[in-house]
């Protein structure tokens, strides 16, 4: 099963340079033991474009989508077995990143690119 692991920041700051290594080891360890779909970090909420097409014409806002003191910082998409062993490896990703994480598991969809016996 697939899970996005969310990293949740309350701050504008970037990772720090001890950080950066310790997610880099992480990031590893899930490589290492088949946990590893993808993973990618964000710009902060500034950078942020809102596009509303559900009326007649496309609105297009600068800036986050809510106004809040927290933020998607960065994601982990990873498989696990369950939803326990989900919990164990953001666990982990939020010790070497040092903040917060959600765990989310997909609904419904198969990430597995390979076809089916």
């Known amino acids: 099963m697939h899970y996005l692991v969310s990293v949740v920041h309350d701050r504008l700051d970037l990772a720090t340079e001890d950080e950066m290594a310790a997610i880099d080891v992480f990031n590893d360890r899930l490589k290492t033991e088949g946990h590893w779909v993808f993973a990618g970090g964000l710009a902060g909420p500034s950078t942020a474009t809102v596009i509303d097409n559900r009326g007649g014409d496309p609105l297009v806002t600068d800036g986050p989508y809510v106004e809040t003191k927290e933020y998607l910082a960065g994601f982990w998409i990873i498989e696990a077995a369950d939803l326990d062993v989900a919990l164990k490896l953001a666990a982990d990703g939020s010790k070497a990143c ?5 765990v989310r598991p997909f609904a419904g969809v198969d990430l597995d690119p390979s076809p089916s016996a």
Request: aromatic share 0%; net charge positive.
């Open 98 to 102: 040092n903040r917060k994480v959600e």
